[in-house]
């Protein structure tokens, strides 16, 4: 510990420091074996929708140039496992984490269900995911179109009016920003992005996709430069904060983001490729800031 | 908190058969902790290829621990030329291995017949081999003499690894499908029908499970032939791994479960199914809980 002072504000959620976990790159009970998640300014859980989902068949990962594909589809135990005495909230928030609950749905219907299961529960932030791409229907179907996006925003609000609403942006569209204004205007209390971006890869060898679903979601060190434009122009025309993230993994990477104009950054692909990379990052950080006050 | 990704030293880097390769590090913390089934991740030292490359422990020397490896793309080939004296990165060991339950092969202390002589079946096929000599070793230690092994291998043309093998179990039959390569002329399965009955007769092997590793569809028929035998079996399944310790879910998987338990699993037959992570809850899975891939 270093002892400065690395605490942000988001929305009114005191984090100790800007450097969360990314959605489906984190999981309380195989994570703690190597940090405690108390350590990081926010824990994003893994998004959870009404009804249990099996996600997509697998393979469901393939390597990339730098960067990885996925394809999961959401599988989740649903959100009463997750709200459950014995589940992932109850444990991260016994462990002093502060939690943003990444939720998802297919219809306006479910994405509002989940959002007031989540207003009444003890997490800290809601995270409201628009933009996957490995699911039929809902995700993306929200997330490409600012009036959708605008329009399901408004009605998960009326669900959670007070929790701070945080919406998960796609970068799997023509222009960002009319997709962020249109979701600031419905009352996000701030913004996520970048979720991945759609991709593909094939097998030689076999002539056809190596994904068994076909398309998955590209993130990684790839990404890091397209996120970081995208929140650049975003973070020019909003007044909500925004939530990084995108191929984070040393600290130079979360520092484009600051100066691009993010109030926080998320870690995932990461924290898949090392346990530790969060509060890796994290110290990198520190350091690098001390060092710079100093002069070095 | 478990082991971290960390840096190891290459102490020996060998040709072991064709195409296939033995990398052995030092790393006193993984040798001290691994156990038979579970695996490393393995971190290719080149930026872009970010994943780690899981490979099953096959052998564990003092401090030195060993894997075994096929060159398959660009990762492995880029492990197999890597000096003596250079280092990589590895996390682990990780995974759920083929004693790691109670009362299993080699946990004496909570095995009520821990004196009784027991015959156990490994079933390798490929590169699922290495993995059973660690395996195999461990069952010795534990029960010294009153363990007899006997392995049935298949190979893809001539058998490798047998001699190693035959240190520590009490007999090998190898199968292959080019004629007269081996002792038998065929599949492991085939191996099995010729070979294995004539153990079966001993009481005490349908209490040891059966050590299962290879292709998933060699493995299927070999399971099959463990449950029609009256035989349990542990099995070493394969998946593509993203993360290899369990937050990703790149690698679940259906299972069938008696007590039901995460996912809306209910077949026609009634039968409760659950998801698990390949990664976490196996590799090793029992036999019977196993939905086999049709092939
Ligand atoms: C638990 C477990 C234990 C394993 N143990 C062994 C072992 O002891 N010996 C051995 O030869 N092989 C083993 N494998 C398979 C081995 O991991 C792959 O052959 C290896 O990752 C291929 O890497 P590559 O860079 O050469 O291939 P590439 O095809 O270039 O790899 C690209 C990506 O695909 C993944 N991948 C490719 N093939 C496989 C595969 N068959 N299984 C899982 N991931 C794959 C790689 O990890 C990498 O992320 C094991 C796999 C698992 C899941
Ligand atoms: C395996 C995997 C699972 C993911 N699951 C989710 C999810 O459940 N909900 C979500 O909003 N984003 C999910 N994401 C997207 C990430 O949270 C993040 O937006 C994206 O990966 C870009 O960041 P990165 O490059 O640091 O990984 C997932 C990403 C990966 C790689
Ligand atoms: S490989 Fe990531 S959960 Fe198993």
Request: hydrophobic share 40%; glycine share 12%.
């Amino acid at each position: 510990m270093t002892g400065i002072d690395l605490s942000v504000n988001i929305c009114g959620v005191e984090w100790k420091n800007p450097i969360a976990t990314a959605s489906g790159t984190y999981s309380y009970f195989e994570s703690s074996r190597y940090y405690k998640p108390d350590r990081l300014g926010c824990i994003t859980t893994k998004g959870v929708s009404i009804n249990p989902w099996n996600g997509n068949p697998g393979p469901r990962i393939a390597e990339t140039y730098g960067g990885m594909l996925n394809s999961i589809g959401l599988e989740n135990p649903g959100i009463d496992a997750y709200l459950s005495p014995s589940g992932e909230l109850r444990m991260l928030k016994k462990a002093g984490a502060t939690v943003m609950a990444n939720i998802a749905g297919h219809t306006v219907r479910e994405y509002c269900e989940a959002a007031e299961k989540i207003a009444s529960s003890e997490a800290d932030m809601i995270e409201l995911n628009i933009s996957c791409p490995n699911v039929e229907c809902g995700g993306l179907v929200f997330g490409r179109d600012p009036k959708a996006a605008g329009d399901l925003t408004k009605e998960v609000k009326r669900h959670c009016p007070g929790k701070p609403l945080v919406v998960k942006l796609s970068p799997n569209v023509t222009d960002i920003t009319t997709v962020a204004l249109s979701v600031q205007e419905a009352g996000a209390d701030a913004v996520s992005m970048i979720n991945t971006l759609l991709g593909m890869r094939i097998d030689t060898m076999a002539g056809k996709p190596v994904l068994a679903k076909g398309s998955g979601g590209l993130s990684g060190p790839a990404i890091h430069p397209v996120a970081v434009y995208m929140v650049y122009e975003c973070a020019k025309i909003l007044d909500i904060p925004i939530i990084a993230m995108g191929g984070v993994s040393k600290a130079d990477d979360a520092l484009e983001f600051f100066y691009a104009g993010a109030k926080a950054v998320a870690v995932g692909t990461a924290a898949i490729v090392d346990p530790e990379a969060p509060v890796k990052i994290l110290a990198e950080l520190e350091k690098k800031i001390i060092d710079r006050r100093e002069g070095k | 908190m478990s082991g971290m990704r960390e840096k190891y030293r290459i102490v020996e880097n060998d040709w072991v058969a064709h195409g296939i390769f033995e990398t052995v590090v030092s790393a006193p913390q993984i040798a001290e902790k691994a156990r038979p089934g579970q695996f490393l991740n393995v971190y290719i030292p080149d930026g872009p290829m970010l994943l780690p490359r899981p490979f099953s422990v096959s052998d564990v020397r003092g401090s030195n621990i060993s894997i075994i490896y096929k060159v398959k793309g660009g990762g492995t080939a880029l492990l197999s030329e890597l000096a003596e004296g250079c280092e990589v990165e590895a996390l682990g060991p990780l995974g759920t291995g083929f004693f790691d339950y109670p009362g299993s092969l080699t946990d004496l202390g909570r095995d009520h017949f821990a004196d009784r002589k027991v015959t156990v079946f490994l079933i390798g096929g490929g590169l699922g081999i290495p993995p059973l000599l660690y395996a195999a070793r461990a069952i010795k230690a534990a029960r010294h003499g009153r363990a007899q092994i006997v392995a049935f291998l298949g190979y893809p043309g001539d058998p490798w690894y047998t001699k190693q093998l035959l240190n520590h179990v009490d007999k090998v039959f190898s199968a292959s499908d080019m004629p007269g390569r081996a002792d038998i002329s065929g599949t492991v399965i085939d191996a099995m029908d010729a070979k294995a009955r004539g153990y079966l007769g001993d009481r005490e092997t349908a209490n040891a499970p059966a050590l299962i590793c290879g292709p998933e569809a060699m493995m299927s028929a070999a399971a099959q032939w463990c449950a029609g035998h009256g035989l349990k079996s542990r099995v070493s399944l394969e998946a593509r791994l993203g993360c290899g310790y369990g937050v990703c879910r790149g690698c679940s998987r259906v299972f069938k479960s008696p007590e039901g338990g995460e996912g809306p699993y209910m077949d026609y037959s009634g039968t409760k199914r659950t998801v698990k992570k390949v990664c976490v809850h196996g590799p090793v899975f029992w036999g019977d809980e196993i939905i086999w891939k049709k092939p």
